[in-house]
Nanobody, 115 residues
């Protein structure tokens, strides 16, 4: 099993910044991919950014140039630096770890961008 614990959400004004963190523990493998997804009520969970075992990164078009995903601790901790936040970035952000055919999720952290 894999446990994912997120932190760093909150309320921020438009144009502001937040940094999310996700720490993974349990049965981890170096080939795992980790990433961030977000969800708003009434919509499907959507990809925000991922970092692969090869340290390549991929972003949703809506966050390119504003968000940065990074990792440390052999990839067992990842961060999402969110800058120039917009109201449409509001949602619950979930940490994800893919291990073969298995998906693991954190409990989610609320990000609210509002004036």
């Amino acid at each position: 099993q894999v446990q994912l614990v997120e932190s760093g959400g909150g309320l921020v004004q438009p144009g502001g910044s937040l940094r999310l963190s996700c720490a993974a523990s349990g049965n981890l493998f170096s080939a795992d991919t980790m990433g961030w997804y977000r969800q708003v009520p009434g919509k499907q969970r959507e990809l925000v950014a991922i970092v692969t075992p090869f340290r390549t990164t991929h972003y949703a078009d809506s966050v390119k140039g504003r968000f940065t995903v990074s990792g440390e601790n052999a990839g067992n901790t990842i961060y999402l630096q969110m800058d120039s936040l917009k109201p449409e970035d509001t949602g619950v952000y979930y940490c994800n770890r893919v291990q073969g055919s298995r998906n693991f999720w954190g409990q989610g952290t609320q990000v609210t961008v509002s004036s």
